[in-house]
């Protein structure tokens, strides 16, 4: 499954505290191997994201992607839930 990063999700990926930033790696190994993997807490969104999708990074970090044509996954945004 090919994976790209927004340019969005790139900065915020580099403002994130390095623990974040490591903790997120985990968890893309995770999700490359099973997307539905009980602690990603896959699941859509609503309202302003409505039709993308959110993993956990950690109990407030989250990881918000859009999956595009040809089983392309896109990250476009990575912060806290507020």
Avoid: C
């Avoid at 490591?22 to 190994?29: E, G, I, V, Y």
């Avoid at 490359?32 to 990074?57: D, E, F, V």
């Amino acid at each position: 499954m090919p994976i790209k990063f927004s340019r969005r999700f790139d900065k915020d990926y580099h403002k994130s505290p390095s623990k974040i930033r490591s903790k997120f790696q985990q968890r893309l190994a995770l999700f490359l191997n099973n997307q539905q993997a009980t602690p990603l807490n896959n699941h859509g969104l609503s309202g302003k994201w409505q039709g993308y999708r959110s993993i956990n990074i950690t109990g407030d970090w989250r990881a918000i992607f859009v999956k595009a044509e040809d089983d392309l996954v896109i990250f476009v945004a990575l912060g806290t839930r507020g």
